[in-house]
C-alpha cells in the first residue's frame, strides 16, 4: 500500500484536480519546458531491425610520383562503420475505474493525467539525446555529449569540435551547433514501425494484487522507440565549459566569439554562416540540412540582449517558424530547457 500515494493515483489526487462544480479543469503545467531541439530533429527508418549502420570514409587514396620504367602500386578508400542503436522509452497510466468514473467526467480525468506522460516521455527524450551514454546504460540511447567528451584531441578525434570557454567548476553549461541531414545527423526509429511517441488506450482491464484480490482500472501506454545517429561527427560542435555564474561579469565567456570559431569547424556550411571550403562537400549536404544553435534559457537570454546592441551586426532578431527569434549570421538560437547549467568543466 506503500506505493499508492508514488505510482497510482488517489482519493487526494482526484480532489485536486475537480473543480468545486465537478468539473476538470485546465491544468498549469508548472514542469513544462520549452526544448526545441525535438521539433528540428529530421527521422529515418533504421536499415536493420532496432540499429542503423552507416559507412563513412576514414582514409582517401594516395596517388605515387612515378619515375620512368617504375609501376604505380594499387591504393584504395579506407571505410569504417557506424552503429547506432535505437532505446525504448515507456510508461504505463494505471488508475482505478471507480475513481476515474467519478462525477462521470471519466475521458476528461482520464485525459488530464495521460497530458502530463507526454510532457514528462517528451523531458526525458531530450535529456536522453543530449547526455544518455549507451556504453554506460545499454538500454539508453547515444547522446551527443558522450560523443564529444572532451578538449583533449589526443583522447578523441571528435574534440577537434570542441570549443572549451574556460569555465573550471561544475555551473558549466554548453552551446551546441548543428547540422541535420541524410549525412550529417538524424533520428532513428525502428525499421517497420512510427515516429514519434505513441500512445495506445488500453481501455478498462482487471488488475489483480499479489494477494489474488482484483479490481478494474483504465490503463494507457506510452511507447516512444527513438535513437540518434551522428553520421559525422564533423557536422557538429560543442561550446563546452560556459560557467553560467559569470555571465554578467567581466570574466564572462565571449559567446560571439565562440559561436563563430564553431561556424568555422564545418567542413561546410552556408555563405552565410562562415567562408569554409565547399569543393568536397558530399553531394545532398548543404541542400538537405537544416542549421540550428541549441542553447539553454539561460543563455539563450543572454544572446537576446545581445541582439540589442546596436554594435552587434552578427546577432538579429529574425523569423523562424513563423515566429520571432534569435539568428546568428542567419541561424536561429533555438531554446532547449534539458541542457543543464551544471555540467561538470570537459578537459
Known amino acids: 500500500m506503500s506505493t499508492l500515494g508514488t505510482n497510482y493515483l488517489t482519493l487526494a489526487d482526484w480532489a485536486k484536480r475537480v473543480d468545486p462544480d465537478g468539473g476538470i479543469p485546465i491544468m498549469v503545467d508548472l514542469l513544462s519546458q520549452t526544448n526545441e531541439i525535438l521539433d528540428d530533429m529530421l527521422w529515418t527508418e533504421t536499415n536493420e531491425t532496432t540499429s542503423h549502420k552507416t559507412s563513412v570514409l576514414t582514409g582517401l587514396p594516395s596517388g605515387t610520383w612515378r619515375q620512368l620504367y617504375q609501376g604505380v602500386s594499387p591504393t584504395k578508400s579506407v571505410r569504417a562503420n557506424i552503429i547506432d542503436t535505437v532505446g525504448n522509452l515507456e510508461a504505463y497510466s494505471v ?14 480525468f482520464r485525459m488530464s493525467e495521460d497530458m502530463p506522460f507526454y510532457e514528462g516521455l517528451s523531458q526525458q527524450m531530450a535529456t536522453a539525446l543530449l547526455y544518455s551514454n549507451a556504453l554506460a546504460t545499454p538500454q539508453q540511447i547515444m ?9 583533449t584531441v589526443a583522447t578523441a578525434q571528435t574534440a577537434n569540435n570542441v570549443i572549451n570557454m574556460g569555465g573550471t567548476g561544475s555551473t558549466n553549461t554548453s552551446i551546441w551547433v548543428g547540422q541535420w541531414g541524410p549525412n550529417t545527423s538524424f533520428g532513428l526509429f525502428p525499421r517497420g514501425k512510427k515516429a514519434g511517441l505513441m500512445m495506445n488506450d488500453l481501455g478498462q482491464y482487471t488488475q489483480t494484487n499479489s494477494d489474488g484480490s482484483k479490481y ?3 490503463q494507457s501506454h506510452f511507447k516512444w522507440e527513438a535513437g540518434l545517429c551522428v553520421r559525422d561527427w564533423r557536422y557538429w560542435v560543442r561550446l563546452a565549459n560556459i560557467d553560467v555564474s559569470l ?3 567581466i570574466n564572462a565567456a565571449n559567446l560571439i566569439n565562440g559561436l563563430i570559431r564553431a561556424f568555422h569547424r564545418f567542413p561546410t556550411a552556408p555563405r552565410s554562416v ?5 569543393a568536397t562537400r558530399p553531394s545532398s549536404v548543404l541542400g538537405g540540412t537544416r542549421m540550428a544553435i541549441y542553447a539553454n534559457r539561460t543563455i539563450a537570454t543572454y544572446l537576446d540582449l545581445q541582439a540589442l546592441n546596436k554594435t552587434n551586426v552578427l546577432l538579429s532578431i529574425g523569423e523562424f517558424d513563423g515566429r520571432p527569434v534569435t539568428m546568428f549570421r542567419g541561424v536561429p538560437i533555438r531554446t532547449v530547457d534539458a541542457l543543464l547549467n551544471t555540467e561538470a568543466a570537459l578537459t
Not at 488508475?95 to 476528461?108: E, F, I
Open 95 to 108: 488508475m482505478d475505474k471507480d475513481l476515474a468514473d467519478l462525477n462521470g467526467n471519466t475521458a476528461a
Open 216 to 218: 478494474q482500472v483504465y
Open 143 to 151: 547522446g551527443l555529449s558522450p560523443r564529444y567528451p572532451t578538449t
Open 274 to 278: 562562415a567562408n569554409v571550403q565547399s
Open 247 to 249: 555571465l554578467n561579469g
